[in-house]
Nanobody, 118 residues
Framework: QVQLVESGGGLVQPGGSLRLSCAASGFTFSLYTMSWYRQAPGKERELVASITSFGGSTNYADSVKGRCTIARDNAKKTVYLQINSLKPEDTAVYFC???????????WGQGTQVTVSS
């Protein structure tokens, strides 16, 4: 079965850092573009960062550019999101996504809560 399991969220003070992890199973991880999305209360889900197969290309939302790094370990079938200098507006549920566009293959994790508050 396809599974994406996020972890690493929690409560952090403004200016702090978190490293989120997403462990994948049940599909050929290395063939998929991996992304992190987030959804804050009352807002639409938005793309935070993405990384192509084998880490050849990355993209970041303007709101996190310079503070965020996405990385993948294909051997471990895991994608990471490092977020530094956290702001209250980063508070959201963060979701892991796997996409193989030509086949319309699209998988989602259950999400992990990130709360930034003093």
């Amino acid at each position: 079965q396809v599974q994406l399991v996020e972890s690493g969220g929690g409560l952090v003070q403004p200016g702090g850092s978190l490293r989120l992890s997403c462990a994948a199973s049940g599909f050929t991880f290395s063939l998929y573009t991996m992304s992190w999305y987030r959804q804050a209360p009352g807002k639409e889900r938005e793309l935070v960062a993405s990384i192509t197969s084998f880490g050849g290309s990355t993209n970041y939302a303007d709101s996190v550019k310079g503070r965020c790094t996405i990385a993948r370990d294909n051997a471990k079938k895991t994608v990471y999101l490092q977020i530094n200098s956290l702001k209250p507006e980063d508070t959201a549920v963060y979701f892991c996504n796997a996409l193989r566009r030509r086949y319309d293959a699209d998988h989602w994790g259950q999400g992990t809560q990130v709360t930034v508050s003093s």
